[in-house]
Each structure stands twice: as C-alpha cells, then as structure tokens.
C-alpha cells in the first residue's frame, strides 16, 4: 500500500484518539459528579446554610458556600476587570509603542498567570497577618483579583490585537483621538472576545480553591459584611470531603454539581453573549 | 492654473531605514482630481498616509520636510492632528466599514466632532447617503449592520461616512480596485460629480482609470517623484520618457531582459523553485522573465519573490492562457 495513504489513516486515528480521550473525561467527570451528587442535592441543601459545624455538622445546606462563592468571584471579576481593561488597552501599540514597560507588564503578567493560586494564598495570608487582620470577603476578593487579572489581561489583549488596522486607520481618519478610537471602534468589534475573556477569568476564579483558603476563611453563615470571614464551594468541597462521616461527605458531592453547573452556565451564556453581539462585527 | 491646496515640499519617508519616498516636492491644485500613477511600492499609499498622518501610526516609520494644507504645515507640533484629519476624507482600497450599523457609520464622524442632536444626525446621515447614491438603496434598514451591504454598496458608505465629517479633501486609495466594474463606475462618477466643491487625490494603478478622472497627474517611481503636470499634458505629451514607457505599459522594454523561461505546464511550487534556481544563475540587478499559465503560479511567485527580497516589475496577461512576470533580482 502506499505509504501515504498509510501515514493518513495512522494520524486519523491519532486524532480520534485524543478527540475521545478529551470528550470522554469530559464526560466521566461529569459523570461521576452527577452520580453522587444529584441524589443528594435536596432544595434543603440549596435553601439552608450548613448547621452543625462545617467539617463534623451534618444538618442544613451548603447555602453559605454558594452564596459565599458567588460574592468572591463576582467582586474579584469586577476588580480585575476594571484594571484588566486597563492595562489591556495600554498594550496597544498606540499608547506603549513597544516601549520597554509594555514588554515588562506583558513578562509580568505571564509570570503572574503561572504563579500556582496556593502562592497568593500564603501572600495573601502574610498581608492579612501584617495588617493584623483576619480572613475576610474582602480578602479573598482581593486575592482572586489578582488570580483573575493575568489571565483576563492576556485575553483581552489578544483579541483586542486581533482588531484589524484598517478600522483603527478609519477612525482616526475621521478626525476621532485614541481614546474614542480605543472606546468606540476596538471596544466595539473586540467585545464578545472581551466577554469570553472576563468569564473565563471568573471561571477560574470560582473555581479555585487555594487562593481562599487562608485569606476568605470558612463559615457556616452567609457574610454580613466585607469585613466577614465567608464559605465558598471549592473549600466546602475540600473541607466536606475530608471528614469522616458520610453524611457530610455527601455534601462535598452536591457542593460540586453547583459549582459545575455555575461553570456550565457561564460557558453558554458566553456562547450566547458573543452570538447576540457579534452582529456587527467586521470580519 | 488654479491655487495649490496641497503644497509638499522636499518630502522624505524612510520605514526604518528604507527610504520610500525621495524628496518629493509637488503642488497638488484645489478643487480638482489629482491621479498619483506609478508601479507597485513606489510610494503611492506612502505618500497618501503622509498627507493625513496615518503614517503615525506606523512603527518605525519617519518623515522630514513640510507638507502643507491651505498653507499650514501639517507636521507641526502645534498643529492639532484631529483638526488636519477633519479636513481630510480617507477612502481605502477595501472597503472598510466599521463595526456598527449603516447610520452609525456615517453619524460616528459628526458624534465625535459634537453633534449630538439627533434630529441634525438624522439630516446629515440622509445628506450624505444621498449625495452617494445609497439612500433609497439603504434608507429601510439603517440599523442593520454596514458590513451586511454588498462591497460596492460598502464603498459608497465609506464615502458618505468621510463626507460626513465634511472634509476639503478627499484621498483615495485604489477606490475601485476591490470593486466590480459597475460599482467602480458608480464611484468614478461620484468623484467626477464631487471635485467641484472637494479636492480629490486619488492613487491608482489602472491607468485608464487615471485618465478618465484626473486634471493632474503626479508620477512616482521608486520612491521619486519623476513628472508632475496637466493630466491633458502629461498622458499626451510626457517629458520623461519614464512616464511615456509606463503610460504606454511597456515600463520596462529599456531594460534589458537577461534571461526568459518559460515555465508553462508547470504548478506550484515548482514553478517557484525553477524560477528561483533561474535567479540564481543570475547577477545583481539582472532582470528574468519568466512566462507561467498556472493560475495560482499568477500571484504566488511573485508574492514569494517580493519575500525573497527581489523586485517583482511586471505581471501581465500576455494572451489567453499565460502571463509574463517580470523580475529583477536583488
Ligand atoms: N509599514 C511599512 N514598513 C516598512 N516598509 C514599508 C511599509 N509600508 C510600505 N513599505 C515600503 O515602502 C515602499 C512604498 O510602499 P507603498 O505602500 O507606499 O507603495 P505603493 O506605491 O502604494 O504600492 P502599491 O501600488 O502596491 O499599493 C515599498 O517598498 C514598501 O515595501
Ligand atoms: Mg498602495
């Protein structure tokens, strides 16, 4: 037979290989999770915080940690946002030019974006200590702020890169300064990238366990204030899991079916957002 | 002659380096279609960016001596960039419109220079989709997206969006190129129809094109400015035997060929390679010709020459089936 033709049908079948491999854990995760956790997944567990105790209660829900989880990735995303938009907007050529502190922030921020959370954790945790403070929202907030920021700045600059020259060069043909160029042209045909950029950086946000653990705390009740130490799904997760008893261990399931469906939802309505708004985007 | 709207005056251009345009000093007349000719990278767009200052925008790229419009030099420090953009209508060779609806597109020039009325946006949008010819094609779905509308139809908004901020001048770049020949004679009649109250520079390569539309003709060859004059003059009675020789297509017949291959019968790549392996036989500055009837050969080879750092000359059609490309290398 010919070589080539052999050569094609060994990579086909390289590829369908890793197709499935990706589909197919894809799959067996949620899966399992499902498995364990719908059954367990009473409107109680949505509707009550947890009683007992935590790690040992076995009463109540895990309504605390959703609730808790929701005001640490909001308030982080909303932070990182603000300054990512920023900084991702200064990358363009027109306003760093390629200047030396542009490539800096760009080093910086691959280098942020590599940092494993559990490393802002202890930061995070030395801070609070200096400032003789305790765990708190606002701590872990900050913390996710600055997980979230490298990786919604390097999004957003890639698709704001991605904008064609053409359109800037129209705009300011048209008389208009950077700055309305930046806001009404490339914000405009780079915003469902921005979007998509924004929930992948709360995705991770969410999700993430270590970056909380010392600077957020853990509680069964839902924060009053900023100042408030707060539960949150990853840890409950982790926490629940790691008891002895099987009734709490239960929780840990239903704490992640939430938290796979927060992240299920984001993932469509992103879909969704860049449909609806990619009507007038110029290709 | 009338008065000069544009003066440029021992005008230079280097993109890091290279020098795209050499001392150009030319005087372009108001109210009038100025054509600038020349073959490919001679510093046609260069010197239509350099006119508005798009050139700011590119890395590396420097510029010395004065340009001035209505007797004011552009590059200035004091001159306010936005105001000299204002005066200046910029139509590209693809069309390109932005991101927003038809109406956005032809209001976004007004919004930003502060009319905010939205009754006053109404009568300018009409104004100048009419004045183009695309009101009545358009005037039921402004909302919809401009880059749904046919690239024709795309170019006429892109003149109305550029005289809506109502400029002096206009420069175009290769207008029509991207066009079909119905939507290329729409816009050749709009420029036609506009030069009594805009000062048009347009840069083409369509010769026919040049002599159909322009009272002024500016030729440029290499980055130099080689004859400047009356269209009526210059296409009937050139001075520089350049201009005669690139007017009449046969830019190249003073330079010897000095080698030909004939590489019909031939695909990619290999028409690529044997006309690389025929350049290398070659001295600097040499020039091969090489005739190919592969269609995708057509633009290929030369887009590989040019890379490779050679100077394309010529791609022509010579009859039914096979083109001649030119190069000299480099
Ligand atoms: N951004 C750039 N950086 C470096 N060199 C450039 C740049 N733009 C153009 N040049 C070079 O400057 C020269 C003039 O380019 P220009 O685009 O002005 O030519 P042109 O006459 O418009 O050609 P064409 O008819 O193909 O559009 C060319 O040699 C080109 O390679
Ligand atoms: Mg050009």
Redesign the pocket.
């Known amino acids: 037979m010919d070589i080539r033709i052999i050569e094609e049908s060994v990579f086909k079948t390289l590829m369908i290989l890793s197709l499935t491999t990706v589909i197919g854990s894809l799959l067996v995760v949620i899966g399992v999770i499902l498995w364990r956790g719908l059954p367990v997944l009473t409107l109680d567990m949505i509707t009550k915080t947890a009683e007992g105790g935590y790690y040992l209660g076995t009463g109540g829900g895990i309504l605390n940690a959703i609730v808790g989880s929701l005001y640490l990735a909001v308030g982080g995303t909303a932070l990182a946002f603000i300054i990512s938009v920023g900084i991702a907007f200064y990358l363009q050529n027109e306003y760093s030019g390629g200047t030396r502190l542009a490539s800096m922030t760009r080093l910086s921020l691959d280098i942020l974006w590599g940092t494993p959370s559990i490393v802002y954790g202890a930061f995070g945790f030395m801070v609070l200590m200096q400032l003789n403070m305790r765990a708190s929202l606002l701590g872990g907030i900050i913390v996710l702020t600055l997980l979230e920021i490298p990786i919604m700045t390097r999004a957003m600059e890639e698709v704001i890169k991605t904008v064609p020259q053409e359109l800037k060069e129209v705009s300011y043909s048209l008389g208009a300064t950077r700055l309305e160029t930046s806001i009404k042209v490339v914000a405009k045909q780079a915003f469902p990238g921005m979007i998509t950029g924004v929930l992948i950086a709360f995705g991770r946000g969410i999700g993430d366990a270590a970056s909380i653990l010392f600077t957020a705390g853990y509680t069964d009740r839902i924060p009053g204030s900023l100042f408030d130490a707060t539960a949150s799904l990853p840890l409950a997760v982790f926490f629940q899991l790691g008891t002895p008893l099987p009734q709490v261990q239960q929780k840990a399931y239903a704490s992640a079916v939430i938290l796979l469906i927060i992240i299920l939802i984001i993932s469509i309505t992103t879909r969704l957002i860049g449909k609806k708004y990619t009507k007038y985007i110029i290709r | 002659m009338s008065d000069t709207h544009i003066n440029i005056q021992d005008f230079n251009t280097y993109y890091s380096g290279h020098q795209a345009l050499k001392n150009i000093s030319v005087d372009i007349p108001k109210n009038q279609i100025t054509a600038i000719i020349g073959p490919s990278g001679c510093g ?2 260069t010197l239509l960016k350099c006119m508005n200052r798009l050139i700011d925008l590119t890395d590396g790229a420097t510029c010395s001596g004065k340009i001035l419009i209505d007797g004011e030099d552009i590059f200035d420090k004091k001159t306010d960039i936005t105001d000299i953009r204002k005066k200046m209508g910029l139509l590209a ?1 693809k069309p390109t419109p932005l991101p927003m609806s038809i109406y956005e597109n032809v209001a976004y020039g007004p919004r930003i220079h502060g009319t905010r009325k939205k009754s006053k946006l109404d009568a300018v949008v009409e104004k100048y989709l009419t004045m183009v010819g695309l009101w009545e094609e358009v005037k039921d779905r402004l909302d919809s997206p401009a880059s749904k509308l046919s690239i024709g139809q795309q170019q006429r908004l892109c003149l109305a969006r550029g005289l809506a901020v109502e400029p002096e001048i206009i420069l175009c ?2 207008p029509t190129s991207a066009l079909d020949p119905l939507s290329s004679q729409h816009i050749e009649e709009q420029l036609l129809r506009l030069k009594k109250d805009y000062t048009i520079v347009i ?1 083409t390569h369509n010769i026919h094109q040049a002599m159909r539309l322009a009272d002024y003709v500016v030729h440029l060859y290499l980055g130099e400015l080689v004859e400047h004059g009356l269209a009526s003059e210059v296409f009937e009675n050139p001075k520089e035997e350049r201009t005669r020789a690139y007017i009449d297509g046969t830019f190249f017949t003073d330079l010897a060929i000095d080698k030909e291959i004939n590489l019909k019968g031939n695909v990619c790549p290999y028409n690529f390679v044997y006309a690389k392996q025929a350049l290398h036989t070659l001295e600097k500055d040499d020039v091969l010709r090489i005739i190919v009837d592969y269609p995708t050969a057509v633009t290929e080879v030369p887009r590989g020459m040019e890379t490779d750092g050679h100077n394309v000359i010529r791609v022509k059609q010579i009859n039914e089936s096979d083109w001649e490309i030119i190069i000299q290398k480099k």
């Open positions: 046609k767009s060779q770049d290769e840069v």
